[in-house]
């Protein structure tokens, strides 16, 4: 089993930026994930930003992610962060960290992921 754990949520203006950390613990039988990160707007269905694949390093974004963040492999065999920069109103949100023992190529689709963190909260304000 494997916990994800995020952190690096806060307030900020618009404008500024934040970075987002996840982190993984547990029992890792795979060597290589999809890393993901997705948010939940109120009001607005889970959505994909972006993912990584672990095994090469190579990046996905879904359109809410691309230009102003970027996610990268962390130190842990199972870790990834987000990079968010010009962050605006609409990216108020909580930012979850999810992983799955696979290739990214479904990174959008929530259902795709087995292992979800709690959630870390940001917010944006004008």
């Known amino acids: 089993q494997v916990q994800l754990a995020e952190s690096g949520g806060g307030s900020v203006q618009a404008g500024g930026s934040l970075a987002l950390s996840c982190a993984g613990s547990?029992?890792?039988?795979?060597?290589?994930?999809?890393m993901a990160w997705f948010r939940h707007a109120p009001g607005k269905e889970r959505g994909a930003v972006a993912a990584?694949?672990?095994?090469?390093?190579?990046?996905y974004y879904a359109n809410s992610g691309k230009g102003r963040f970027t996610t990268s492999q962390g130190d842990g065999k199972i870790s990834a962060t987000l990079q968010m920069h010009d962050l605006k109103r609409e990216d108020t949100a909580m930012y979850y960290c999810?992983?799955?023992?696979?290739?990214?190529?479904?990174?959008?689709?929530?259902?795709?992921?087995?292992?979800w963190g709690q959630g870390t909260q940001v917010k944006i304000s004008s």
């Open positions: 999810a992983a799955e023992p696979n290739y990214c190529g479904l990174f959008t689709r929530t259902w795709e992921f087995v292992y």
């Open positions: 547990g029992h890792t039988y795979s060597t290589y994930y999809c």
């Open positions: 990584i694949y672990t095994g090469g390093g190579y990046t």
